[in-house]
């Protein structure tokens, strides 16, 4: 169960991440306004407090932080971008996630 809480919180960081990062893009490279910039850094700070709601050091939360983004990423490449996933999409988020469950479950061990 502490798994799903944490792979829920990280989907909800990886949107608050890539939304703080879309909206600059739409600004640079469509003409969008430039307050676009105000909700994006808000975004951006969502997504940097999100992170510090882990109770695991920090490292290894940003390491298993990044399978999750890998699979959010790719759908927000699918339902904002209009792009079709292929399947080695789908098979390189299964392993993203693979490494994400490993390093979150894997946390608790003591080496050295």
Known sequence: MELL???LLFGLTAVAEIVGCYLP???LR???SVWLLLPAALSLALFA???TLHPGASGRTY???GGV????????????DGVVLTPTDW???GISLTGMAVIA???SAKVG
Request: hydrophobic content about 65%; overall charge positive; aromatic content about 22%.
């Open 49 to 51: 407090w999100l992170l």
């Open 91 to 93: 098979i390189g988020a």
């Open 63 to 65: 390491a298993a932080y």
């Open 25 to 27: 893009w739409l600004w």
């Open 69 to 80: 983004y890998i699979v959010v990423a790719l759908l927000w490449l699918r339902w904002v």
């Open 30 to 32: 469509q003409g969008r």
């Open 105 to 107: 479950l894997g946390g």
């Open 5 to 7: 809480r944490t792979a």
